[in-house]
Protein backbone atom coordinates (compact mmCIF):
# COMPACT_ATOMS: atom_id res chain seq x y z
CA UNK A 1 0.00 0.00 0.00
CA UNK A 2 1.60 3.40 -0.84
CA UNK A 3 1.72 5.77 2.12
CA UNK A 4 1.19 8.41 -0.18
CA UNK A 5 -1.48 9.23 -2.56
CA UNK A 6 -1.30 9.56 -6.24
CA UNK A 7 -2.48 12.48 -8.11
CA UNK A 8 -3.59 11.53 -11.38
CA UNK A 9 -4.06 13.17 -15.01
CA UNK A 10 -7.60 13.82 -14.71
CA UNK A 11 -7.36 15.52 -11.29
CA UNK A 12 -8.51 12.88 -9.46
CA UNK A 13 -6.89 11.71 -6.65
CA UNK A 14 -5.84 8.06 -5.62
CA UNK A 15 -5.66 7.67 -1.76
CA UNK A 16 -4.23 4.34 -0.53
CA UNK A 17 -3.47 2.50 -4.05
CA UNK A 18 -2.24 -1.30 -3.61
CA UNK A 19 0.57 -2.51 -5.95
CA UNK A 20 0.84 -5.88 -5.78
CA UNK A 21 4.31 -6.84 -7.07
CA UNK A 22 7.48 -9.70 -6.91
CA UNK A 23 10.87 -9.45 -6.77
CA UNK A 24 13.29 -11.86 -7.96
CA UNK A 25 17.55 -11.99 -7.15
CA UNK A 26 18.91 -10.07 -4.02
CA UNK A 27 18.75 -6.41 -3.52
CA UNK A 28 22.40 -5.13 -3.25
CA UNK A 29 22.68 -3.39 0.42
CA UNK A 30 23.58 0.23 -1.99
CA UNK A 31 20.15 -0.98 -3.90
CA UNK A 32 22.09 -0.21 -7.28
CA UNK A 33 21.03 -3.46 -9.15
CA UNK A 34 17.69 -2.95 -8.79
CA UNK A 35 15.61 -3.40 -12.72
CA UNK A 36 11.66 -2.70 -13.10
CA UNK A 37 9.99 -4.49 -15.81
CA UNK A 38 6.84 -2.97 -16.63
CA UNK A 39 4.67 -4.97 -17.90
CA UNK A 40 2.45 -5.16 -20.79
CA UNK A 41 -1.69 -4.71 -21.58
CA UNK A 42 -2.55 -7.82 -20.01
CA UNK A 43 0.47 -8.78 -17.97
CA UNK A 44 0.95 -9.02 -14.37
CA UNK A 45 4.01 -9.10 -12.16
CA UNK A 46 4.28 -13.13 -12.75
CA UNK A 47 7.73 -12.12 -14.72
CA UNK A 48 9.77 -15.06 -13.53
CA UNK A 49 7.42 -17.34 -11.94
CA UNK A 50 4.26 -19.38 -12.19
CA UNK A 51 1.21 -17.66 -12.68
CA UNK A 52 -0.67 -18.33 -9.70
CA UNK A 53 -4.79 -18.44 -11.51
CA UNK A 54 -3.52 -19.95 -14.83
CA UNK A 55 -0.55 -22.19 -13.30
CA UNK A 56 1.51 -21.41 -16.65
CA UNK A 57 4.81 -20.13 -16.73
CA UNK A 58 6.25 -16.52 -15.69
CA UNK A 59 5.41 -14.16 -19.17
CA UNK A 60 9.20 -13.74 -19.49
CA UNK A 61 10.57 -16.58 -17.65
CA UNK A 62 12.61 -17.24 -21.05
CA UNK A 63 14.50 -13.54 -20.22
CA UNK A 64 14.55 -13.50 -16.51
CA UNK A 65 16.22 -15.79 -14.11
CA UNK A 66 19.18 -17.08 -13.13
CA UNK A 67 22.22 -16.96 -16.07
CA UNK A 68 19.40 -15.85 -18.08
CA UNK A 69 19.43 -12.26 -19.99
CA UNK A 70 18.52 -10.38 -17.46
CA UNK A 71 20.15 -12.34 -14.89
CA UNK A 72 18.73 -12.64 -11.63
CA UNK A 73 22.04 -13.82 -9.85
CA UNK A 74 23.25 -10.19 -10.38
CA UNK A 75 20.16 -7.78 -11.07
CA UNK A 76 17.14 -7.58 -8.26
CA UNK A 77 14.56 -7.82 -10.93
CA UNK A 78 11.39 -5.72 -9.17
CA UNK A 79 7.89 -6.24 -11.60
CA UNK A 80 4.59 -4.91 -10.25
CA UNK A 81 1.21 -4.88 -11.47
CA UNK A 82 -0.31 -1.84 -12.57
CA UNK A 83 -3.05 0.31 -11.48
CA UNK A 84 -5.93 -0.30 -13.22
CA UNK A 85 -5.00 -3.90 -13.35
CA UNK A 86 -6.67 -6.98 -11.86
CA UNK A 87 -4.05 -9.14 -10.51
CA UNK A 88 -3.76 -7.29 -6.64
CA UNK A 89 -2.97 -3.69 -7.32
CA UNK A 90 -5.87 -1.11 -6.94
CA UNK A 91 -8.22 -0.83 -10.10
CA UNK A 92 -12.18 -1.14 -10.58
CA UNK A 93 -12.53 -4.46 -9.11
CA UNK A 94 -10.97 -3.50 -6.21
CA UNK A 95 -13.20 -1.86 -3.30
CA UNK A 96 -13.74 1.94 -2.79
CA UNK A 97 -13.66 3.52 0.49
CA UNK A 98 -16.86 3.51 1.12
CA UNK A 99 -16.48 -0.58 0.86
CA UNK A 100 -18.25 -1.57 -2.59
CA UNK A 101 -16.83 -2.29 -5.64
CA UNK A 102 -15.05 0.54 -7.81
CA UNK A 103 -16.26 -0.34 -11.32
CA UNK A 104 -16.84 1.98 -13.55
CA UNK A 105 -16.17 4.69 -10.88
CA UNK A 106 -12.76 4.20 -10.99
CA UNK A 107 -10.81 7.26 -11.95
CA UNK A 108 -9.44 7.10 -15.83
CA UNK A 109 -5.77 6.37 -15.69
CA UNK A 110 -2.84 7.30 -17.97
CA UNK A 111 0.23 5.72 -18.51
CA UNK A 112 2.38 8.36 -16.36
CA UNK A 113 -0.46 7.16 -13.70
CA UNK A 114 0.78 3.94 -13.53
CA UNK A 115 4.74 5.59 -13.63
CA UNK A 116 3.51 7.52 -10.20
CA UNK A 117 2.33 4.21 -9.07
CA UNK A 118 5.45 2.47 -9.87
CA UNK A 119 7.44 5.15 -8.85
CA UNK A 120 5.82 5.57 -5.47
CA UNK A 121 6.65 1.69 -5.27
CA UNK A 122 10.53 2.47 -5.86
CA UNK A 123 9.79 5.48 -2.98
CA UNK A 124 8.37 2.55 -0.55
CA UNK A 125 11.79 0.15 -1.40
CA UNK A 126 13.67 3.35 -1.08
CA UNK A 127 14.98 2.80 -4.69
CA UNK A 128 16.43 5.89 -5.52
CA UNK A 129 17.60 5.32 -8.71
CA UNK A 130 17.33 1.97 -10.96
CA UNK A 131 20.15 -0.06 -12.62
CA UNK A 132 17.40 0.07 -15.67
CA UNK A 133 13.80 0.37 -15.89
CA UNK A 134 12.84 -2.34 -19.16
CA UNK A 135 9.52 -2.49 -21.09
CA UNK A 136 8.15 -4.32 -24.04
CA UNK A 137 4.80 -2.74 -25.70
CA UNK A 138 3.08 -1.02 -22.82
CA UNK A 139 5.59 -2.00 -20.21
CA UNK A 140 8.17 0.07 -23.29
CA UNK A 141 5.59 3.35 -22.68
CA UNK A 142 6.15 2.83 -19.10
CA UNK A 143 9.69 3.09 -19.87
CA UNK A 144 9.43 5.86 -21.56
CA UNK A 145 7.04 7.81 -19.28
CA UNK A 146 9.37 6.55 -16.26
CA UNK A 147 12.37 8.51 -17.72
CA UNK A 148 10.88 11.47 -19.51
CA UNK A 149 9.00 12.37 -15.90
CA UNK A 150 11.43 11.28 -13.41
CA UNK A 151 14.69 11.55 -15.15
CA UNK A 152 16.64 10.63 -12.07
CA UNK A 153 15.21 7.32 -11.44
CA UNK A 154 16.99 4.97 -13.88
CA UNK A 155 20.40 4.97 -15.19
CA UNK A 156 18.91 2.83 -18.26
CA UNK A 157 16.11 2.96 -20.51
CA UNK A 158 14.89 -0.40 -22.56
CA UNK A 159 12.26 0.00 -24.32
CA UNK A 160 11.22 -3.00 -26.72
CA UNK A 161 8.21 -3.03 -29.65
CA UNK A 162 6.93 -0.04 -28.31
CA UNK A 163 5.59 3.84 -29.39
CA UNK A 164 5.70 7.16 -28.15
CA UNK A 165 2.07 7.58 -28.71
CA UNK A 166 -1.13 5.49 -29.66
CA UNK A 167 -1.87 5.72 -33.68
CA UNK A 168 -5.57 6.08 -34.98
CA UNK A 169 -5.02 2.54 -35.75
CA UNK A 170 -3.81 1.19 -32.64
CA UNK A 171 -7.10 3.32 -30.90
CA UNK A 172 -9.47 2.17 -33.66
CA UNK A 173 -8.60 -1.39 -32.23
CA UNK A 174 -9.01 -0.83 -28.56
CA UNK A 175 -12.12 0.67 -29.29
CA UNK A 176 -13.51 -2.65 -31.48
CA UNK A 177 -12.34 -4.56 -28.18
CA UNK A 178 -13.91 -2.06 -25.75
CA UNK A 179 -17.14 -2.14 -27.62
CA UNK A 180 -17.20 -5.78 -27.76
CA UNK A 181 -17.42 -5.76 -23.82
CA UNK A 182 -19.79 -2.63 -23.27
CA UNK A 183 -22.17 -4.35 -25.56
CA UNK A 184 -22.29 -7.85 -23.61
CA UNK A 185 -25.27 -7.91 -21.35
CA UNK A 186 -23.39 -8.87 -19.05
CA UNK A 187 -21.17 -5.92 -18.69
CA UNK A 188 -24.44 -3.88 -17.05
CA UNK A 189 -22.23 -0.74 -17.14
CA UNK A 190 -19.46 -2.30 -15.30
CA UNK A 191 -21.64 -3.29 -12.21
CA UNK A 192 -21.16 -6.64 -12.58
CA UNK A 193 -19.04 -7.90 -9.95
CA UNK A 194 -22.16 -9.44 -7.46
CA UNK A 195 -23.47 -12.43 -8.54
CA UNK A 196 -21.00 -13.68 -10.81
CA UNK A 197 -22.26 -13.00 -14.41
CA UNK A 198 -19.52 -11.47 -16.06
CA UNK A 199 -19.16 -9.83 -19.97
CA UNK A 200 -17.22 -13.14 -20.53
CA UNK A 201 -18.15 -13.09 -24.04
CA UNK A 202 -17.20 -9.49 -24.78
CA UNK A 203 -13.74 -9.73 -22.97
CA UNK A 204 -13.19 -12.78 -25.57
CA UNK A 205 -14.30 -10.95 -28.53
CA UNK A 206 -11.80 -8.38 -27.26
CA UNK A 207 -8.90 -10.43 -26.47
CA UNK A 208 -9.55 -12.23 -29.90
CA UNK A 209 -9.48 -9.04 -32.28
CA UNK A 210 -6.31 -7.60 -30.32
CA UNK A 211 -4.60 -10.87 -30.35
CA UNK A 212 -4.92 -10.69 -34.26
CA UNK A 213 -2.61 -7.73 -33.61
CA UNK A 214 0.16 -9.32 -31.76
CA UNK A 215 0.96 -11.39 -34.86
CA UNK A 216 1.80 -11.32 -38.48
CA UNK A 217 0.28 -12.37 -41.02
CA UNK A 218 3.06 -14.37 -42.18
CA UNK A 219 3.13 -15.75 -38.55
CA UNK A 220 -0.44 -16.83 -38.84
CA UNK A 221 -0.11 -18.23 -42.40
CA UNK A 222 2.89 -20.67 -41.29
CA UNK A 223 0.94 -21.72 -38.19
CA UNK A 224 -2.56 -22.42 -39.55
CA UNK A 225 -3.18 -21.67 -42.98
CA UNK A 226 -6.33 -23.15 -43.99
CA UNK A 227 -5.65 -25.78 -42.01
CA UNK A 228 -9.18 -27.27 -40.80
CA UNK A 229 -9.76 -27.60 -37.38
CA UNK A 230 -9.99 -31.52 -36.60
CA UNK A 231 -12.49 -32.54 -39.12
CA UNK A 232 -11.73 -33.53 -42.83
CA UNK A 233 -13.78 -31.39 -44.62
CA UNK A 234 -15.84 -27.42 -43.93
CA UNK A 235 -18.79 -27.89 -42.15
CA UNK A 236 -21.45 -25.63 -43.67
CA UNK A 237 -21.84 -24.01 -40.94
CA UNK A 238 -20.42 -21.41 -38.29
CA UNK A 239 -18.37 -23.98 -35.94
CA UNK A 240 -14.71 -23.65 -36.00
CA UNK A 241 -13.40 -24.94 -38.79
CA UNK A 242 -10.61 -23.33 -39.33
CA UNK A 243 -7.70 -24.16 -36.99
CA UNK A 244 -7.13 -20.19 -36.63
CA UNK A 245 -10.97 -19.72 -35.35
CA UNK A 246 -10.28 -22.36 -32.83
CA UNK A 247 -6.95 -20.76 -31.96
CA UNK A 248 -8.42 -17.33 -31.16
CA UNK A 249 -11.95 -18.65 -29.48
CA UNK A 250 -9.21 -20.97 -27.21
CA UNK A 251 -7.10 -17.46 -26.47
CA UNK A 252 -10.06 -15.35 -25.84
CA UNK A 253 -11.70 -17.96 -23.47
CA UNK A 254 -8.70 -18.57 -21.69
CA UNK A 255 -8.15 -14.67 -20.88
CA UNK A 256 -11.46 -14.22 -19.32
CA UNK A 257 -10.43 -16.53 -16.75
CA UNK A 258 -7.32 -14.45 -15.79
CA UNK A 259 -8.47 -11.11 -16.40
CA UNK A 260 -11.51 -7.87 -15.35
CA UNK A 261 -12.95 -7.11 -18.12
CA UNK A 262 -13.05 -3.63 -16.57
CA UNK A 263 -9.53 -3.29 -16.50
CA UNK A 264 -9.07 -4.27 -19.96
CA UNK A 265 -11.22 -0.98 -20.57
CA UNK A 266 -9.09 1.01 -18.38
CA UNK A 267 -5.69 0.06 -19.27
CA UNK A 268 -6.72 0.12 -23.19
CA UNK A 269 -7.63 3.19 -22.42
CA UNK A 270 -4.81 4.73 -20.95
CA UNK A 271 -2.71 3.49 -24.01
CA UNK A 272 -4.86 5.26 -26.24
CA UNK A 273 -4.32 8.61 -24.04
CA UNK A 274 -0.89 8.15 -24.76
CA UNK A 275 0.85 10.93 -26.36
CA UNK A 276 4.64 11.40 -25.04
CA UNK A 277 4.80 14.42 -26.85
CA UNK A 278 1.31 16.28 -26.23
CA UNK A 279 2.46 15.79 -22.48
CA UNK A 280 5.05 17.74 -23.09
CA UNK A 281 4.66 20.88 -24.72
CA UNK A 282 4.04 19.14 -28.46
CA UNK A 283 7.86 18.17 -29.35
CA UNK A 284 8.43 14.37 -28.17
CA UNK A 285 12.52 16.06 -27.82
CA UNK A 286 11.35 18.01 -24.64
CA UNK A 287 9.90 14.97 -23.51
CA UNK A 288 13.87 13.55 -23.01
CA UNK A 289 15.08 17.16 -21.60
CA UNK A 290 16.31 15.62 -18.59
CA UNK A 291 18.89 13.26 -20.24
CA UNK A 292 20.47 16.36 -22.54
CA UNK A 293 24.26 15.93 -23.01
CA UNK A 294 24.96 12.55 -22.16
CA UNK A 295 24.25 13.76 -18.54
CA UNK A 296 21.93 11.24 -17.86
CA UNK A 297 20.10 7.86 -19.08
CA UNK A 298 21.46 5.32 -21.54
CA UNK A 299 18.49 4.36 -24.05
CA UNK A 300 18.23 1.52 -25.81
CA UNK A 301 15.16 1.02 -28.18
CA UNK A 302 14.33 -2.37 -29.88
CA UNK A 303 11.59 -3.28 -32.85
CA UNK A 304 11.02 -6.09 -34.97
CA UNK A 305 10.33 -6.08 -38.58
CA UNK A 306 7.26 -8.10 -38.55
CA UNK A 307 5.79 -5.80 -35.98
CA UNK A 308 2.49 -3.88 -37.62
CA UNK A 309 0.92 -2.84 -34.06
CA UNK A 310 4.34 -0.29 -33.26
CA UNK A 311 6.55 -1.05 -36.49
CA UNK A 312 10.41 0.29 -36.70
CA UNK A 313 9.27 4.02 -37.81
CA UNK A 314 7.44 4.38 -34.24
CA UNK A 315 10.54 3.44 -32.85
CA UNK A 316 13.13 5.35 -34.93
CA UNK A 317 10.63 8.65 -34.39
CA UNK A 318 11.58 7.94 -30.09
CA UNK A 319 15.46 7.65 -31.45
CA UNK A 320 15.16 11.01 -33.42
CA UNK A 321 13.77 12.77 -30.36
CA UNK A 322 16.59 11.14 -27.89
CA UNK A 323 18.98 12.51 -30.70
CA UNK A 324 17.67 15.50 -30.94
CA UNK A 325 18.01 15.78 -27.39
CA UNK A 326 21.26 14.52 -27.15
CA UNK A 327 20.27 11.56 -24.87
CA UNK A 328 22.88 8.73 -25.36
CA UNK A 329 20.89 6.88 -27.56
CA UNK A 330 21.14 2.50 -29.54
CA UNK A 331 18.18 1.41 -31.85
CA UNK A 332 18.32 -1.72 -33.60
CA UNK A 333 15.47 -3.04 -35.64
CA UNK A 334 15.59 -6.89 -35.53
CA UNK A 335 14.18 -9.66 -37.87
CA UNK A 336 11.76 -12.09 -36.11
CA UNK A 337 8.70 -13.72 -37.91
CA UNK A 338 6.17 -13.61 -35.15
CA UNK A 339 5.02 -10.08 -35.14
CA UNK A 340 4.84 -7.60 -32.22
CA UNK A 341 4.33 -10.61 -29.74
CA UNK A 342 8.33 -11.22 -31.05
CA UNK A 343 9.53 -9.38 -28.13
CA UNK A 344 7.80 -12.14 -25.53
CA UNK A 345 9.34 -15.30 -28.00
CA UNK A 346 12.64 -16.93 -28.97
CA UNK A 347 14.91 -14.41 -31.14
CA UNK A 348 18.14 -14.86 -29.94
CA UNK A 349 19.39 -12.01 -31.09
CA UNK A 350 16.99 -10.05 -28.53
CA UNK A 351 18.11 -12.15 -25.77
CA UNK A 352 22.07 -10.97 -26.94
CA UNK A 353 20.93 -7.43 -27.14
CA UNK A 354 19.55 -7.43 -23.75
CA UNK A 355 21.88 -8.68 -21.78
CA UNK A 356 24.84 -6.79 -24.12
CA UNK A 357 22.80 -3.62 -22.95
CA UNK A 358 22.14 -4.33 -19.22
CA UNK A 359 26.04 -5.31 -18.76
CA UNK A 360 27.98 -2.90 -20.32
CA UNK B 1 33.55 -5.16 -46.06
CA UNK B 2 32.92 -2.97 -48.63
CA UNK B 3 37.04 -1.68 -48.83
CA UNK B 4 39.89 -4.14 -47.42
CA UNK B 5 42.57 -1.96 -45.43
CA UNK B 6 45.92 -4.13 -45.31
CA UNK B 7 45.32 -7.16 -44.26
CA UNK B 8 46.83 -7.85 -41.08
CA UNK B 9 47.03 -4.28 -39.56
CA UNK B 10 45.22 -5.34 -36.38
CA UNK B 11 46.86 -8.64 -35.14
CA UNK B 12 46.20 -8.09 -31.48
CA UNK B 13 42.93 -5.94 -31.75
CA UNK B 14 44.16 -3.03 -30.58
CA UNK B 15 45.75 -0.72 -32.41
CA UNK B 16 43.67 1.30 -34.95
CA UNK B 17 44.09 0.75 -38.83
CA UNK B 18 45.85 3.84 -39.69
CA UNK B 19 43.30 5.92 -41.78
CA UNK B 20 41.64 5.60 -37.98
CA UNK B 21 44.06 6.28 -35.98
CA UNK B 22 44.83 9.80 -38.12
CA UNK B 23 40.92 10.51 -37.72
CA UNK B 24 41.64 9.78 -34.32
CA UNK B 25 44.86 11.86 -34.18
CA UNK B 26 42.79 14.96 -35.33
CA UNK B 27 39.81 14.88 -32.53
CA UNK B 28 40.43 16.94 -29.84
CA UNK B 29 39.72 15.17 -26.25
CA UNK B 30 36.23 15.95 -24.80
CA UNK B 31 34.34 16.76 -28.33
CA UNK B 32 31.17 15.12 -29.37
CA UNK B 33 31.64 12.81 -32.28
CA UNK B 34 29.30 10.81 -34.72
CA UNK B 35 30.78 7.92 -36.69
CA UNK B 36 28.57 7.27 -39.75
CA UNK B 37 28.90 3.46 -40.77
CA UNK B 38 30.77 2.84 -37.66
CA UNK B 39 31.23 -0.82 -37.85
CA UNK B 40 31.53 -2.97 -34.83
CA UNK B 41 32.53 0.13 -32.47
CA UNK B 42 36.21 0.02 -32.86
CA UNK B 43 36.67 3.50 -33.60
CA UNK B 44 34.30 5.05 -31.59
CA UNK B 45 35.71 2.74 -28.24
CA UNK B 46 38.74 4.52 -28.85
CA UNK B 47 38.06 7.53 -29.04
CA UNK B 48 35.54 7.50 -25.95
CA UNK B 49 38.28 5.55 -23.98
CA UNK B 50 41.77 7.47 -24.97
CA UNK B 51 40.04 10.87 -25.79
CA UNK B 52 37.07 11.33 -23.37
CA UNK B 53 34.88 11.61 -26.85
CA UNK B 54 30.77 11.58 -26.51
CA UNK B 55 31.01 9.38 -29.10
CA UNK B 56 27.86 8.35 -30.96
CA UNK B 57 26.94 5.94 -34.25
CA UNK B 58 25.37 4.90 -36.96
CA UNK B 59 25.52 1.21 -38.54
CA UNK B 60 23.19 -0.73 -40.99
CA UNK B 61 23.95 -3.87 -40.01
CA UNK B 62 22.18 -4.93 -36.94
CA UNK B 63 24.60 -7.85 -36.30
CA UNK B 64 26.94 -5.11 -35.72
CA UNK B 65 24.74 -2.41 -33.94
CA UNK B 66 24.40 -5.35 -31.17
CA UNK B 67 28.21 -5.33 -30.87
CA UNK B 68 28.52 -1.58 -30.05
CA UNK B 69 25.35 -1.96 -27.89
CA UNK B 70 27.49 -4.63 -26.04
CA UNK B 71 30.38 -2.38 -25.79
CA UNK B 72 28.22 0.25 -24.27
CA UNK B 73 28.64 2.29 -26.93
CA UNK B 74 25.59 4.61 -28.23
CA UNK B 75 24.41 3.63 -31.67
CA UNK B 76 21.61 3.60 -33.98
CA UNK B 77 20.74 1.50 -36.87
CA UNK B 78 20.15 3.53 -39.80
CA UNK B 79 20.89 3.88 -43.18
CA UNK B 80 23.15 7.01 -43.88
CA UNK B 81 21.43 7.90 -47.22
CA UNK B 82 17.91 8.41 -45.15
CA UNK B 83 18.27 8.94 -41.63
CA UNK B 84 21.39 11.36 -41.21
CA UNK B 85 18.77 14.16 -42.15
CA UNK B 86 16.74 13.65 -39.11
CA UNK B 87 20.18 14.65 -37.23
CA UNK B 88 19.37 18.47 -35.84
CA UNK B 89 22.17 20.99 -37.48
CA UNK B 90 25.60 20.99 -35.98
CA UNK B 91 24.79 18.37 -33.17
CA UNK B 92 28.12 17.11 -33.59
CA UNK B 93 31.78 18.82 -33.49
CA UNK B 94 33.03 16.05 -35.71
CA UNK B 95 31.40 13.31 -38.36
CA UNK B 96 33.09 10.71 -39.44
CA UNK B 97 32.31 8.53 -43.03
CA UNK B 98 34.87 6.05 -42.92
CA UNK B 99 35.29 3.93 -46.58
CA UNK B 100 31.24 4.65 -47.27
CA UNK B 101 30.84 7.25 -49.17
CA UNK B 102 31.75 5.34 -52.45
CA UNK B 103 28.20 3.63 -51.93
CA UNK B 104 25.89 6.35 -50.76
CA UNK B 105 23.08 6.90 -53.37
CA UNK B 106 24.31 10.43 -53.49
CA UNK B 107 28.03 11.32 -52.40
CA UNK B 108 27.36 14.64 -53.02
CA UNK B 109 24.27 15.05 -50.61
CA UNK B 110 25.71 13.13 -48.38
CA UNK B 111 29.13 15.14 -48.02
CA UNK B 112 26.09 18.23 -47.44
CA UNK B 113 24.94 16.25 -44.70
CA UNK B 114 27.98 15.54 -42.83
CA UNK B 115 28.95 19.27 -43.04
CA UNK B 116 25.57 20.16 -41.62
CA UNK B 117 25.43 18.17 -38.92
CA UNK B 118 28.98 18.47 -37.57
CA UNK B 119 31.47 21.53 -37.63
CA UNK B 120 34.02 19.17 -39.44
CA UNK B 121 34.18 15.86 -40.99
CA UNK B 122 35.93 13.47 -41.85
CA UNK B 123 35.91 11.30 -45.00
CA UNK B 124 38.06 8.37 -45.92
CA UNK B 125 37.48 6.39 -49.02
CA UNK B 126 39.29 4.21 -51.52
CA UNK B 127 40.75 6.02 -53.96
CA UNK B 128 40.11 4.31 -57.84
CA UNK B 129 43.22 5.90 -59.62
CA UNK B 130 45.54 4.01 -57.42
CA UNK B 131 48.02 2.39 -59.88
CA UNK B 132 46.92 -0.78 -59.30
CA UNK B 133 43.16 -0.35 -60.82
CA UNK B 134 44.65 2.02 -63.51
CA UNK B 135 46.89 -1.08 -64.88
CA UNK B 136 44.21 -3.63 -64.05
CA UNK B 137 41.79 -1.78 -65.67
CA UNK B 138 43.74 -0.72 -68.46
CA UNK B 139 45.75 -4.21 -69.45
CA UNK B 140 42.82 -6.29 -67.99
CA UNK B 141 40.22 -4.53 -70.07
CA UNK B 142 37.58 -5.43 -66.67
CA UNK B 143 36.65 -3.78 -63.87
CA UNK B 144 39.28 -4.27 -60.96
CA UNK B 145 39.16 -6.67 -58.39
CA UNK B 146 42.50 -5.44 -56.40
CA UNK B 147 43.54 -5.65 -52.84
CA UNK B 148 41.93 -2.09 -52.08
CA UNK B 149 38.90 -3.23 -53.90
CA UNK B 150 38.32 -7.03 -53.57
CA UNK B 151 34.76 -7.72 -54.70
CA UNK B 152 33.61 -8.20 -57.91
CA UNK B 153 31.48 -5.32 -60.18
CA UNK B 154 28.00 -7.42 -59.20
CA UNK B 155 28.18 -7.70 -55.92
CA UNK B 156 30.09 -4.61 -54.49
CA UNK B 157 28.52 -2.10 -52.32
CA UNK B 158 30.48 0.90 -54.27
CA UNK B 159 28.72 2.31 -56.50
CA UNK B 160 30.12 5.47 -56.73
CA UNK B 161 33.96 4.75 -57.58
CA UNK B 162 35.66 8.00 -56.92
CA UNK B 163 39.27 9.17 -57.21
CA UNK B 164 40.89 11.51 -55.34
CA UNK B 165 41.23 13.98 -58.18
CA UNK B 166 37.49 14.18 -58.50
CA UNK B 167 37.21 14.27 -54.75
CA UNK B 168 39.11 17.40 -54.60
CA UNK B 169 37.20 18.17 -57.40
CA UNK B 170 33.96 17.71 -55.52
CA UNK B 171 34.72 19.32 -52.71
CA UNK B 172 36.13 22.95 -54.41
CA UNK B 173 32.89 23.01 -56.42
CA UNK B 174 30.72 23.02 -52.77
CA UNK B 175 33.41 25.45 -51.53
CA UNK B 176 33.99 23.20 -48.98
CA UNK B 177 37.82 24.04 -46.90
CA UNK B 178 40.28 20.81 -46.37
CA UNK B 179 41.32 20.86 -42.94
CA UNK B 180 44.21 18.29 -43.58
CA UNK B 181 44.21 15.26 -45.83
CA UNK B 182 46.66 11.95 -45.51
CA UNK B 183 46.99 9.13 -47.68
CA UNK B 184 47.30 5.32 -47.23
CA UNK B 185 49.32 2.67 -49.21
CA UNK B 186 49.69 -1.22 -48.42
CA UNK B 187 48.49 -0.29 -44.49
CA UNK B 188 50.82 2.29 -43.96
CA UNK B 189 50.69 6.41 -44.47
CA UNK B 190 52.31 8.00 -47.32
CA UNK B 191 53.52 10.90 -48.43
CA UNK B 192 50.89 13.25 -50.57
CA UNK B 193 53.39 13.02 -53.51
CA UNK B 194 52.04 11.74 -56.32
CA UNK B 195 49.07 10.87 -53.77
CA UNK B 196 46.05 9.71 -56.77
CA UNK B 197 48.65 7.37 -58.62
CA UNK B 198 49.85 5.98 -55.37
CA UNK B 199 47.29 5.88 -52.31
CA UNK B 200 44.92 3.10 -51.67
CA UNK B 201 42.70 5.19 -49.39
CA UNK B 202 42.45 8.60 -48.70
CA UNK B 203 41.15 10.29 -45.59
CA UNK B 204 40.20 14.26 -45.88
CA UNK B 205 39.43 16.27 -42.93
CA UNK B 206 37.08 19.01 -44.14
CA UNK B 207 35.04 22.11 -43.20
CA UNK B 208 32.59 24.80 -44.43
Known amino acids: MLSKPLSLDSGQVLSGATIAYETYGELAEDKSNAILICHALTGDQYVGSTHPVTGKPGWWERMVGPGLPIDTNRFCVICANVIGSCMGSTGPASEADDGTIYGMRFPVLTIRDMVRGLVGLLDELGIEQLHSVVGGSMGGMQALSLAANFPDRTARVLAIATTARHSAQNIAFHEVGRQAIMADPNWRGGDYYADGATPDAGLAVARMAAHITYLSEAGLTDKFGRRLQNRDAKSFGFDADFQ ?7 QGSGFTQRFDANSYLYITRAMD ?40 AESRHIVHALNAAGAAVSFVELSAPYGHDSFLLEVPALDRAVRGFLDA | ?28 PGTRVLDIGCG ?33 LSVVQGDADRDLSEYPDKAFDYTIL ?26 SFPNFAQ ?28 IHHVTIADFRELIAQKGVAVEGCWFFSGGRAISPVGANWRAEFAVFKLSR
Not at chain 2, 142 to 157: C, G, I, N, Q
Open chain 1, 244 to 250: VESYLRY
Open chain 2, 98 to 123: SQTLQTAARPDHMLDQLLRVGREAFV
Open chain 1, 273 to 312: YFDLAEEHGGRLADAFSGHANNSGARFFLVSFDTDWLYPT
Open chain 2, 40 to 72: DGTLLSHLREEQQVDARGMEIKSELVERCVTKG
Open chain 2, 131 to 158: WRTRTALMFGGRMPVTRSLPVSWFETDN
Open chain 2, 1 to 28: MIAQFGGSLMPDGQTLRPDLAAIARNIS
